[in-house]
């Protein structure tokens, strides 16, 4: 039998963080989110209360960028990868130490960059983990739990005909039970507007506790109210506690919504990292969060330039647990 994944807040023994390493893909914004990726990392560092950061390169150049801007306590590896969303590209480590990697297909072939389909099998590998792969297109925003065998998702990513065409609602619970240990499964609706993962449930609601469930409070004018008020009648129908935190509200780049939000937070040990957007509510949000988490500091750091390629924090990261 599978044991479900720790959740988030049990102890870590280290975090893969991708570092932006080509420019290609970036454009612009390369350098600032390069700044911003390092903050994060030298912020689970600082406090890591024994969890290990382990900042992943892509290559020699992106290693030489980013050897300044990280603290001693970071430690600088080259993989190659194509891009950073390590939360969706590297493996799962189940309650019982596997590590399950499973089918990734560019966000429903939107985006193919050579590297990313076997990164989670060359990283598990080099930290010694026990691998094991399923033949089934799982990314790991896409779901969420919380150590119970409780998980959450969204029907518009993980029953997309993009991923797994075939899949049904019910052959995706059976399949989440048998790989990753989930027996229960909180079906969300949509994720954020204009999020190109289709739905990542890391961007819309996540478990701050057992059986509790995190989902932003709309703001005047905010593009996804209707996607959160339709995620909290699920969630409280389902038998989940709800608690709320602010939304960023309609956040604006070259004329287009961005699905900005503050749900994009990683757990530390001893940090919880959220990410801002220089908007009214980032304080707010902030001290929300370090009210769910009082035995660690939650810490706001901008995230402005990473948001740009379409994620945060949480996306950019993937802890490994202590077990």
Not at 10 to 32: C, K, M, N, R, T
Not at 272 to 293: I, K, R, S, W
Request: aromatic share 8%; proline share 7%; net charge negative.
């Amino acid at each position: 039998m599978t044991l479900p994944p720790p959740p988030e807040w049990a102890q870590h023994d280290a975090v893969w963080i991708g570092f932006p390493s080509h420019p290609e893909i970036w454009g612009p914004p390369l350098e600032g989110a390069r700044a911003e990726t390092a903050a994060f990392a030298n912020a689970i560092a600082a406090q890591g209360r024994g969890e290990r950061v382990l900042l992943v390169a892509a290559d020699d150049e992106a290693a030489a960028a980013a050897r300044p801007l990280i603290d001693a306590q970071v430690e600088l590896i080259v993989e190659p990868f194509g891009d950073v969303w390590l939360r969706d590209t590297a493996a799962i480590v189940t309650g019982d130490g596997s590590a399950r990697d499973f089918g990734f297909n560019g966000w429903g072939g939107k985006f193919h960059f050579p590297g990313d389909e076997d990164v989670g099998a060359r990283l598990a590998q080099r930290q010694g983990l026990r691998f094991e792969t399923r033949d089934w297109v799982v990314e790991g925003g896409a779901i969420d739990g919380d150590g119970t065998g409780l998980v959450v998702t969204t029907e518009q990513c993980l029953l997309n005909r993009n991923r797994n065409a075939a899949l049904s609602q019910h052959s995706a619970e059976a399949r989440l039970h048998a790989d990753l240990g989930y027996d229960r499964v909180l079906w969300l609706g949509d994720g954020l507007v204009n999020d190109h993962t289709d739905g990542h449930v890391d961007n819309l609601a996540r478990f701050v506790g057992v059986n509790r469930l995190a989902i932003p409070s709309p703001e005047e004018n905010d593009p996804n109210w209707l996607i959160y008020q339709d995620a909290v009648r699920r969630a409280e129908a389902f038998g989940v506690e709800v608690v709320r935190i602010p939304s960023p509200g309609r956040v604006i780049v070259d004329d287009e919504v961005v699905p900005a939000s503050y749900m994009n937070f990683y757990i530390g040990n001893a940090v919880v990292a959220l990410p801002t957007y220089g908007m009214p509510n980032d304080e707010a949000a902030v001290a929300a969060v370090q009210a769910l988490f009082p035995d660690r500091e939650a810490v706001g750091l901008r995230a402005d330039h990473i948001l740009t390629g379409g994620g945060s924090f949480h996306c950019i990261s993937q802890q490994l647990p202590k077990l």
